[in-house]
């Protein structure tokens, strides 16, 4: 279990660092709102993720049960896909944009509520899931759903701790990123590295 959950906790580490829109998203509330506001648009985010792990734990789990061929199918479509999601990035432009107009005086429950909402009805997060979570499963001839959440789980808590630290250091963070001017593609070679790297893992 552990020689799964160590890698699966790092690779998770390093997806939640690369800036991601959530992960912007985070910044940008917290910059305009404070850091408090930050971190319960974080909740919100976090709280989506329960939706997705549901989706793909049921889902998956009933297809892995009929043949370890096809969940071998699964890990290497899910590999594929991060491979083109690592192509996309090194297509797109470097630069960081981020504006805190227009996004000022919500209350807590409101931003709780827009952060779960952006999360659940993003499709890319029930994909990427889908290609993630099942390369790390440590025993897929067991209970694969108890497994599914427990990645869930770990997912979450290490993305609620990292967008909090984002959350509270969003003005220093902010005034870096403006200040270097190569921040942007330094971040873009990390996601393409980081997107790579889990492909691989999840193929071994």
Known sequence: MLE?????????????FSPGPDIIYVLVRSIANGAREGIVTALGLVSGILI?????????????KQSDNIFLFIKILGAIYLLYLAWQVY????????????????????????GFIMNVLNPKVGIFFLAFF????????????????????VFMLQALLIFSLVAVLANKISVYIKSHPGSGMFLKWMQVVIFILIAVLILL
């Not at 959950?5 to 939640?16: D, H, Q, R």
């Not at 997705?52 to 892995?64: E, K, R, Y």
């Not at 297509?91 to 827009?114: C, M, Y």
């Open 134 to 153: 099942p390369g790390f499963l440590w025993e897929p001839e067991g209970n694969t759903i108890l497994q599914f959440y427990i990645l869930g789980f």
């Open 91 to 114: 297509k797109s432009d470097p630069d960081i944009a981020f504006s805190s107009e227009g996004i000022r005086d919500k209350n807590l429950s409101s931003l709780f509520r827009q």
């Open 52 to 64: 997705h792990t549901s989706l793909v734990a049921f889902g998956v789990s009933a297809i892995i």
């Open 4 to 16: 799964q959950l160590i890698p699966f906790l790092t690779a998770s580490i390093l997806l939640t």
